[in-house]
């Protein structure tokens, strides 16, 4: 993955660019795209799941 560093804001201070990726010794980002689709997959089966609880115990 590519990113232009003057795209973003390191510390977050522009609130008009998104903040700066952490990213490791080789320029990857530190946390992989894969486990952060895995986590909002786990979260909204999680939501759901709740949610028709809710809708159960309403009725």
């Given at each position: 993955?590519?990113?232009?560093?003057?795209?973003?804001?390191?510390?977050g201070?522009?609130?008009?660019?998104?903040?700066?990726?952490?990213?490791?010794?080789?320029?990857?980002?530190?946390?992989?795209?894969?486990?952060?689709?895995?986590?909002?997959?786990?979260?909204?089966?999680?939501?759901?799941?709740?949610?028709?609880?809710?809708?159960?115990?309403?009725?």
């Open positions: 993955t590519q990113f232009d560093m003057g795209t973003c804001s390191v510390n201070s522009d609130p008009l660019k998104p903040k700066c990726p952490v990213l490791n010794d080789d320029n990857m980002p530190a946390f992989p795209e894969w486990l952060t689709i895995i986590m909002l997959c786990v979260y909204l089966l999680f939501a759901n799941i709740l949610l028709l609880n809710l809708l159960i115990a309403i009725f």
